[in-house]
């Protein structure tokens, strides 16, 4: 019973996450769409805890871990894309031109 | 219901209350920096309630204890990851 | 001779870091025994590559001060996570956008970065990094609060930083 509470939190979760694909197809911006992104990752993390505990495995909160770890990975990343020579430290850049 | 699964019951709810906001945030909001706001807040709220119901439903320490930090690490990464993407779409508007 | 005191900080860093990455490693394999041995491995070599990563700053971190603040930071991002929910819901959105200029006296780089990270989950701002005249932030509505709750924020974390009461930057 509180199993099936869980998978339907599961659920209700992937269907929100979902809901913010529209701003990924919006945009405008690269950092619209990479916002998105984050919040299906997050949306992700919540998932995988949800049916660890559902199913009382464990080791799919490992995968919580791995999820949450990529998607501050994949932020740093598009920060480096977007900044002009893939170098990515704001800090270095303001500190050029002040 | 138990007492304790009433509560797990109430703590799921509330999350999936926080990150339907979050989303609808994103959709809603006027601008890229107000649509971070509600990602950066909302969400990891929803997930701190999940993490919760999950740590009581388990009533096991050890995975209490991955469980927070599963959500401390989340926290911490939307933090710093906010102010990134916050500088970015700055820099992609052409500065201020 | 400066020597014996750097060493002596390095190994005072040394030895917070391999203890929280000790608990982070017992937290990780749920504390079965099998994985115990391996401790002497993957802690020596975190705290290693961390040492080499992040070099510890003149300002040392005291821990217990930061875990003391946790449960107050804790509530004030439920503040914020339900400011937000409420202007998402909210038929007429809310939201007046805006920035502000903050001075800092956090003055490394950790420091004011962990200090943004907590101004972003707080209710109704929004870090977006530092420039010469101080961080910069955005806000879903300017008020004259604003400024003061941020001042006293920094305040707290200040001290968890050891961060002198000297005022502007020196770039850390």
Known sequence: MMADLFMLTALCILISVAGALIRAWRGPGRADRMMSAQLIGSGGVGIAVLIAAARSEPAILDVALVLALLAAFAALAFVKTVTPEGAGDPEADEAETP | ?96 | MTLPAVSFSLLLSALKRAALLGLAWLVLTGGEFGALPYILITVPAATALSLLLLPPGPRPLRLLRLVALFPGFLVRSVMGGVDVAWRAFHPRLPVKPGWIHVETRMQDGPARALYGAETSLLPGTLSAGCDARGMKIHCLEVTDHTRERLKIEEERLARAFSQDEAQGRDDG
């Open chain 2, 1 to 96: 219901m138990s007492v304790v699964e009433g509560i797990i019951a109430g703590l799921l709810v509330l999350g999936v209350f926080f990150y339907v906001a979050g989303t609808v945030g994103l959709l809603r909001f006027p601008d890229t920096h107000s649509r971070l706001h509600a990602l950066t807040k909302a969400d990891n709220l929803g997930l701190g309630f999940i993490v919760i119901a999950a740590g009581l439903h388990w009533g096991d320490g050890w995975i209490a204890g991955k469980l927070a930090l599963v959500w401390l690490l989340t926290l911490f990464a939307a933090g710093m990851a906010a102010q990134l993407v916050a500088r970015a779409a700055l820099k992609a508007e052409g500065g201020e």
